[in-house]
């Protein structure tokens, strides 16, 4: 139970800095409109997210089999951008394209696989010395 509350913060704070990167390299869509948005929004935010990837994800995953099958999962990226951008929707005081979204889906996707990586090698290696 204390392993899993931990990776749930850990991947909150890194949901969080993934938003916060996203919104830094690709903007948010609207040209005419800049993101000065504070620490809290974007906790407020990668909070939003990991509860949207944890509830609502397997459910458009599933609804959306066929495409994924069809593009060779390929479709999964469109996916992982529509859960960033119904983030996005939901906390106050920031917003994104559609198409920024699935960029920012994207990069959130590698940061979340490099540090699930890392800490699951630094697991099994503390379970060995054990």
Known sequence: MRRQLLVFLLRWLLNSF?????????????????VDASIP???LAGLIFSVVNSVVRPIVIVLSLPAILVTLGLFTFIVNGLMVYISFL?????????????LAGILL??????VSSAVEVQYETLQKET
Not at 18 to 34: H, P
Not at 93 to 101: Q, R
């Open 109 to 114: 996707s590698l940061i979340n696989y490099i």
């Open 18 to 34: 993934g938003l916060w990167l996203a919104i830094r390299l690709f903007g948010n869509g609207y040209t005419d409109q800049a």
């Open 41 to 43: 929004i974007f906790l």
């Open 90 to 102: 939901l906390t106050p005081g920031l917003e994104m394209t559609f198409w920024h979204s699935v």
